[in-house]
T-cell receptor
């Protein structure tokens, strides 16, 4: 069945450093890949997304890259700040119908001052 | 504007009790999803509604789980004879239709604890 693998499960960086989270997916027909940030006890919030007709998208300190051939996409956060500390989830939209999202297991990012 | 809301935010049930979880999607959103999020895991799809029609219930773990959206707006997820393995956060999400409507907006979730 459809599956999304996410690495690493935890990531610890110093303030100002960059952070990279990587995901692979199994459904080759997936065409939408969102990233969600979830703070403790809060709802997941969309931070950036990419569709399969583009290879890269950037929004200020956040960028996402997509390699459809390898079925791989990544989140890049530059100049990290303590408020970036949270759990980040990648997801792929299942192509089999109805737009359900298949989520990775999450990456807990800690940014130390 | 108002986002997706869910109630109750927390629910404690004794094993064997029935529970009902409510979701109020963003007004006008056609699509509504329910996800289950176990501790330390990503959300897992349960079921999907387009307006009042339940088009996909492939993620419901057993016949103890039932969802409805009778008027195409508010949705209720019901769990009968709750078991300890049902303990999780239940998230509701809604989205508009159309090519730019892929974004799913999540509610705050209901944390269910079954004792």
């Amino acid at each position: 069945g459809e599956n999304v693998e996410q690495h690493p499960s935890t990531l610890s960086v110093q303030e100002g450093d960059s952070a990279v989270i990587k995901c692979t997916y199994s459904d080759s027909a997936s065409n939408y890949f969102p990233w969600y940030k979830q703070e403790l006890g809060k709802r997941p919030q969309l931070i950036i997304d990419i569709r399969s007709n583009v290879g890269e998208k950037k929004d200020q300190r956040i960028a996402v890259t997509l390699n459809k051939t390898a079925k791989h996409f990544s989140l890049h956060i530059t100049e990290t700040q303590p408020e970036d500390s949270a759990v980040y989830f990648c997801a792929a939209m299942y192509s089999g119908g109805y737009n359900k999202l298949i989520f990775g297991a999450g990456t807990r990012l800690a940014v130390h001052p | 504007g108002a986002g997706v809301s869910q109630s109750p935010r927390y629910k404690v049930a004794k094993r064997g009790q029935d529970v009902a979880l409510r979701c109020d999607p963003i007004s006008g959103h056609v699509s509504l999803f329910w996800y289950q999020q176990a501790l330390g895991q990503g959300p897992e799809f349960l079921t999907y509604f387009q307006n009042e029609a339940q088009l996909d219930k492939s993620g419901l773990p057993s016949d103890r789980f039932f969802a409805e959206r009778p008027e195409g707006s508010v949705s209720t997820l019901k769990i009968q004879r709750t078991q300890q393995e049902d303990s999780a956060v239940y998230l509701c999400a809604s989205s508009a239709q159309g090519a730019v409507g892929n974004e799913q907006f999540f509610g705050p979730g209901t944390r269910l604890t079954v004792l």
